[in-house]
């Protein structure tokens, strides 16, 4: 089956399951041609926005998610902590901003926030906020209310991710249905936050449990904006510590799925980076990841230091995508639509700059101008 890329890639809400097979079985090369096809469509392909995460309550999760060291159903070694004080966080905070990143995440471990904590959260986002930095947080579920306190409050981004499959899910999770997520899903977009939702590999799921995912993902009412690839960081003392491994061919055909099924998200390249080697990254973004978290811990789990991104990024030609970088773009394709409109209708009026001239008149006045510097767009 040979790879046929569309001309134009169409943002769709309706694939089906064997759609999405079909993808993942074209031969690699194929597969990520197509992928890049479409990354390049909506995309730079040498920009890489990058996301700093911070685990601002640690442990003691009800939860009993089975990669998870921050379950209290697992003795995992790991030491519970308290939520932190709102400007050890705005440390870290500045500190992620030096080191080039554009976005700061922070993650509590919860089942849902409590009453009592959302005063703290809610200015940690508009601290954060005031540093210039785009603000994500993932806190568990979310009820309508919670939800509307934090767009409130200015919140970009909320994280909660789907993990995998519907069929797969009780397999990994039994204290929260996939139904919750989703119905927090509808919460975060219903208070008129942006959505990062993704998945984990490497959980024991089959290939139909990856397709299966990114099909919830891509027919979802609206695409969430920042989709995460998390390959499985195997924890001592979790049930899936000894899980087999996936095959890292099979992780990069899966962010090259997801690139060609949602074409306008930000498909980040999540946990696991450290087992990665550089050509696995690489990989990566030529099948469409255009997101990395940058720093040396991913709330509990190791992530690549800084030092070893920047020289990866070196070797590539890649550089850091600046906030407002694509909210540039997006003017300058507005610009460039308003003057084709009216390029359309400018025969309906007269330059009267041009009229008082052909009549003689002394009296200057305003006609239409041309547009001499029509933005360009760049994909």
């Not at 890329?5 to 597969?31: K, M, S, Y």
């Not at 939860?63 to 400007?87: I, R």
Request: charged share 20%; with cysteine.
């Amino acid at each position: 089956m040979t790879a046929q890329p569309h001309t134009q890639a169409a943002t769709r809400h309706d694939w089906t399951l064997e759609e999405v097979q079909a993808l993942f079985a074209l031969p690699f090369n194929d597969l990520l041609f197509q992928a890049q096809t479409v990354h390049r469509q909506f995309h730079d392909p040498n920009r890489v926005q990058i996301s700093t995460l911070l685990s601002i309550k640690t442990g003691a999760c009800p939860e009993d998610c089975k990669y998870c060291s921050q379950s209290g159903h697992y003795n995992t070694g790991l030491e519970k902590e308290k939520l932190m004080a709102v400007e050890q966080v705005l440390t870290q905070a500045r500190e992620a901003k030096a080191a080039g990143a554009s976005r700061f995440c922070m993650g509590a471990a919860w089942r849902s926030p409590r009453e009592k904590d959302m005063p703290y959260v809610v200015d940690m986002v508009k601290q954060v906020k005031a540093l210039g930095m785009e603000t994500c947080m993932t806190l568990g579920m979310l009820d309508s209310g919670q939800a509307q306190q934090l767009a409130d409050a200015g919140l970009d981004y909320y994280n909660h991710n789907l993990d995998t499959s519907p069929e797969h899910y009780n397999a990994i999770i039994s204290t929260r249905s996939y139904q919750d997520r989703l119905d927090t899903l509808a919460n975060v977009r219903e208070a008129g936050m942006k959505i990062c939702c993704g998945g984990i590999l490497g959980l024991g799921e089959s290939a139909r449990d990856r397709a299966g995912l990114l099909l919830q993902l891509a027919n979802l009412p609206q695409h969430p904006e920042s989709v995460p690839i998390n390959m499985l960081v195997k924890i001592e003392g979790t049930p899936l510590a000894e899980v087999e491994d996936l095959d890292p061919f099979d992780f990069v055909r899966t962010i090259a799925v997801a690139r060609i099924l949602m074409p306008e998200a930000a498909v980040r390249l999540s946990a696991g980076r450290e087992e990665m080697n550089e050509q696995m990254q690489a990989l990566c973004f030529l099948a469409g990841a255009n997101s990395i978290f940058y720093g040396e811990r991913l709330l509990t789990t190791n992530n690549p230091e800084t030092s070893s991104d920047r020289q990866l990024f070196a070797k590539l030609g890649i550089e850091p995508l600046e906030l407002g970088t694509a909210a540039s773009d997006e003017a300058s394709e507005a610009a460039l639509l308003q003057a084709v409109e009216h390029e359309k209708t400018a025969h309906l009026f007269v330059d009267a700059a041009r009229s008082s001239v052909r009549h003689g008149s002394a009296r200057e006045e305003g006609g239409l101008q041309p547009h001499k510097d029509c933005p360009k767009l760049t994909h």
